[in-house]
């Protein structure tokens, strides 16, 4: 057999996928790999050419050779030759098999057995691109050309139970100067490679099935029920969410499933927990979906999005909440009212001389001419709509004091307006807005007592989310009291208004429409105590599963399992009514109005007595020169 026909075979299997590197290891000699790279050139292909013979120094071939960035390399192997099956074993141990390299396998005998004894064992991965050159002598139609056939090669996993398999793809036929298709030997040609190897029976993948709510020493059909089940959704409501979409690939794929229990999502952010143990791969799976950091993408992959992470802290602000004096003065700015004082001043001024004006200059007889003090009274009685008795008896007087009780009348209305739109209008939201706000505040703090948000709080870079913790856990002398389950934080958080609880949105969003009233609902304060996540279900970086379980999460997505899932497991957000609540207005709104009015009368009281004290004295003084 020459080797001319084989060298138009490989050039015509790596232009057909457009490949244009190569590596090619052989053991012919120097003039005998001349014409295939001749033929490479022409292609533009680039190879190199390696020497498998027993005395070379192969001992790190893989580093050497095939470690490289290129995205995609083909590697051309020749089983015949002396150092073939070293090759073979350091490129299984460096899992070498996998979707970044173009394997393309030939043996000049032709040997299926001795194909099997180098990779019964091998790690070759399900995504591998691995194929088997046959020839065929005799069996071309025409004496100058030779005839090949192609095998599929891969494994579904040996190191999960999975076999070798070799599927028959088809038959070419080649000459010295091209290639081509004689007969396809099975449907392989009609799908892709994932498609053909879709069907995962016998393999069994480890999981970390993440169970936070309850002992992991509890029995495994306790700990699997609960997974399973539907009760009580708001609990792990993450993990059992990842755990359904898993059963969904099971139902497709057929694989089997042994679970790994643990309680942790993350130690550190990539290390501990469920997180760490995907990481090193020591599981396959994990139930529970995470956000991707900058730290747990370079040992995952995430795939699609499966729910929203919101860490948020809650609390009510009452409607009725003590003495509010500022709502009788909030309608207008301190230089509103001030202004407004100084013309009142002013009028009453203008009202004193209109007066003295008639009773002088213009020489009529009034019964009584009022002081400065009585007609500043009288602006500040048209001020409140009260009008008065004394009126001026000229036309200009007339029309200066019809322009004091319009300008009162407009104020007024503008005014009452106001106040009824505040006490009337929207419930009463907190000033608190973030959390250093919240830390600097007096406010109590309660804190969810799951995993997760302990391990956010206390590792936290943010210096928001330091000073919060410290100010409001470390300085507690007794910090136990901090934490609380999500019924018992939400429920402190109804009856005791100004109570802060923490705790991610789908755990206590559950407790609150339980708890409490739609009012109740509309009196709920929000402060997110972290940016908001999107949780993806994640994969090793370098599974060779990565990206079959990814077309399947894209799949569910399409499909809508997956937001079926997440609206019953997983909650962003409450159902209430803007119109849903019912406002109490108290007398405690006018407890400051009676405060000022008892003042007035306090400080009444007090001039009345000046002046009779005053009087008193007059007389007591008029009288002394009387006895003299």
Request: charged share 20%; hydrophobic share 40%; net charge negative.
């Amino acid at each position: 057999m020459t080797h001319l026909a084989l060298y138009r075979l490989l050039v015509f299997n790596l232009l057909e996928i457009n490949l244009r590197d190569v590596l090619v290891f052989h053991c012919w000699s120097e003039p005998e790999a001349y014409p295939l790279a001749g033929m490479m050139s022409e292609s533009h292909i680039y190879s190199q050419y390696i020497q498998l013979q027993q005395d070379a120094g192969l001992a790190n071939i893989h580093k050497d050779y095939l470690d490289s960035d290129i995205t995609k390399m083909g590697v051309f192997l020749d089983l015949g030759c002396p150092q073939a099956a070293l090759l073979t074993n350091q490129s299984s141990r460096a899992r070498l098999y996998n979707r970044r390299f173009h394997w393309l396998l030939f043996d000049e005998m032709g040997n299926l057995t001795n194909l099997a004894e180098l990779f019964v064992r091998a790690n070759i991965s399900l995504d591998a691109d691995v194929t088997y050159i046959e020839p065929r002598e005799g069996e071309a139609t025409d004496e100058e050309e030779e005839l090949f056939v192609l095998h599929d090669v891969y494994s579904k996993g040996s190191h999960l139970g999975g076999r070798l398999n070799v599927t028959i793809d088809q038959s070419i036929q080649c000459s010295r100067t091209d290639c081509r298709i004689r007969d396809y030997l099975s449907d392989l040609h009609e799908r892709t490679r994932l498609q053909q190897r879709m069907d995962l029976t016998n393999i069994t993948f480890r999981m970390a099935a993440l169970v936070s709510v309850m002992p992991l020493t509890s029995k495994e059909e306790i700990l699997m029920r609960f997974l399973s089940g539907e009760e009580d959704a708001h609990l792990d409501s993450i993990s059992r969410l990842g755990y359904r979409l898993i059963l969904h690939m099971q139902d497709l794929l057929h694989f089997n499933l042994s679970f790994t229990w643990v309680g942790d999502w993350s130690i550190q952010d990539a290390f501990g927990g469920a997180i760490g143990l995907l990481g090193n791969e020591s599981v396959e799976l994990c139930s529970s979906p995470f956000i991707p950091t900058w730290n747990r993408i370079h040992y995952v992959h995430p795939m699609v999005e499966l729910a929203e992470f919101r860490a948020v802290c809650i609390f009510r602000t009452p409607h009725n909440a003590g003495i509010k004096a500022t709502v009788f003065l909030e309608p207008f700015m301190p230089s509103v009212w001030l202004a407004f004082g100084a013309l009142l001043v002013l009028s009453g001024c203008l009202l004193w001389l209109i007066f003295r004006l008639e009773q002088h200059g213009m020489q009529r007889c009034l019964d009584f001419v009022p002081s400065l003090l009585t007609s500043c009274q009288i602006s500040f009685g048209a001020a409140c709509i009260q009008g008065s008795h004394l009126l001026p008896k000229s036309t200009g007087g007339r029309l200066a004091f019809i322009a004091v009780m319009l300008t009162s009348f407009l104020m007024y209305n503008y005014y009452t307006s106001i106040v009824v739109s505040t006490l009337l209008g929207s419930p009463v939201r907190s000033n608190i807005r973030t959390v250093q706000q919240l830390a600097d505040s007096s406010l109590d703090v309660g804190i969810d007592n799951v995993p997760f948000t302990k391990a956010y709080l206390t590792s936290s870079p943010r210096p928001d989310i330091r000073s919060l913790y410290r100010q409001k856990v470390e300085s507690k002398r007794d910090q136990s009291t901090v934490w609380y389950g999500p019924e018992e934080g939400v429920l402190k958080v109804r009856d005791q208004p100004g109570f802060v609880y923490i705790s991610e949105g789908s755990f206590i969003y559950h407790h609150v429409e339980k708890h409490y009233l739609p009012r109740e609902i509309s009196d709920l304060n929000e402060i997110m105590l972290r940016h908001e996540g999107t949780v993806y279900h994640m994969i090793h970086l370098n599974s060779s599963y990565r990206e079959l379980i990814t077309q399947l999460e894209v799949r569910l997505v399409e499909c809508g399992l997956t937001s079926k899932q997440r609206r019953f497991f997983s909650k962003t957000r409450l159902q209430t009514y803007s119109n849903s609540f019912v406002i109490q207005v108290g007398m405690e709104y006018a407890a400051p109005l009676f405060l000022s009015l008892l003042g007035g009368y306090s400080m009444a009281v007090l001039v009345l007595l000046l002046e009779v004290a005053w009087k008193r004295t007059e007389r007591q003084s008029c009288l002394l020169p009387q006895e003299q």
